[in-house]
């Protein structure tokens, strides 16, 4: 069965800082990779995905992700954090089913300080 | 921008009781889905719906539970009679025709079972 490992539980940095989140899944064939966010008191909104081609995938706000097929990760980056950027973030990979379900990681809280 | 929209956004019912949960998914979205979160754990799949019949659904989709899309807008979500552990949040997704499509998903609607 598939399933997702998002590392951190809960992130704390301050403004301008570097943000690296970790997600590894656990799937053999083709996987589809999501990274979702929800805002305090917001619906979840996707951030970037990855389907094919490039393994570095860019998305809104400044995040970007790295597929490494050799080590099942998709890791997020953002270079600099901002206070808007405070917010649970959530690793998700669609690929055993041809449903489109997506298996969700248990989410990273980040908490970023003015 | 065309959204998921979910209702109520909370639900406070007694346990034994039947409750629906209403979703208005994107108009032209052709895949239906409802997650559940319970609070501190994971985002699970619950069930996925394409073409007015369930197209997958977990273990946690037993038979307290069905899902209807009545009126070609609506998509519902029926559990039949409540239980304690049925507290979450549950959130309802679409996604259009098209593999690389993403899911958007609506606010969610918070069930408290007391």
């Known amino acids: 069965a598939q399933s997702v490992s998002q590392h951190n539980h809960h992130v704390i940095l301050s403004e301008a800082a570097s943000l690296e989140l970790g997600c590894n899944y656990s799937?053999?064939?083709?996987?589809?990779l999501f990274w979702y966010v929800q805002y305090p008191g917001q619906h979840l909104q996707l951030l970037l995905k990855y389907f094919s081609g490039d393994p570095l995938v860019k998305g809104i706000k400044g995040f970007e992700a790295e597929f490494i097929k050799s080590k099942f990760s998709f890791n997020l980056r953002k270079p600099s954090v901002q206070w808007s950027d405070t917010a649970e973030y959530f690793c998700?990979?669609?690929?055993?089913?041809?449903?489109?379900?997506?298996?969700f990681g248990q989410g990273t809280t980040l908490q970023v300080k003015p | 921008e065309p959204e998921v929209t979910q209702t109520p956004s909370h639900q406070v019912t007694q346990m034994g009781q039947e409750v629906i949960l209403r979703c208005v998914p994107i108009s032209n979205h052709l895949y239906f889905y409802w997650y559940r979160q319970i609070l501190g754990q994971k985002v699970e799949f619950l069930v996925s719906?394409?073409?007015?019949?369930?197209?997958?659904k977990s273990e946690i989709f037993d038979d307290q539970f069905s899902v209807e899309r009545p009126d070609g807008s609506n998509f519902t979500l029926k559990i039949r009679s409540t239980k304690l552990e049925d507290s979450a949040m549950y959130f309802c997704?679409?996604?259009?025709?098209?593999?690389?499509?993403?899911?958007?998903f609506g606010p969610g609607t918070r069930l408290t079972v007391l």
């Open positions: 719906f394409y073409n007015n019949e369930i197209s997958e």
């Open positions: 997704a679409s996604r259009g025709q098209g593999h690389y499509n993403e899911q958007f």
């Open positions: 998700a990979v669609n690929g055993a089913s041809n449903t489109g379900k997506l298996i």
């Open positions: 799937y053999g064939g083709t996987v589809n």
